[in-house]
């Protein structure tokens, strides 16, 4: 699998029902954790005081990060992605 950079911005609609964004949010903690458990969500972070997250994720190819992966989260039509395919640089400490 390759692996991917992705920085995801969440956009609520404007009028959408508080509760309903709750319901959503908690649905998507829960395929979180079982992308996590597949292997395609290997890191997530936070920025400090923002409401993007940025994560390592992992995917045969692009097309099927953004169809299968993470077009299954619950906040996906909310959302919008940034996605960088890495590769491993010769000077990394883990190679």
């Known amino acids: 699998m390759r692996e991917f950079l992705v920085e995801l911005t969440t956009t609520v609609p404007d009028g959408t029902d508080p509760a309903e964004v709750d319901r959503v949010r908690a649905r ?39 169809e299968e992966v993470l077009g299954t989260l619950p906040l996906w039509p909310w959302m919008t992605a940034v996605v960088t395919e890495l590769e491993t640089h010769p000077n990394d400490p883990t190679a």
């Open 28 to 66: 998507e903690a829960v395929r979180a954790r079982e992308l996590a458990a597949s292997g395609h969500l290997a890191r997530l972070w936070r920025p400090v005081g923002e409401k993007r997250s940025i994560g390592l994720w992992r995917a045969e190819n692009e097309a099927a990060l953004r």
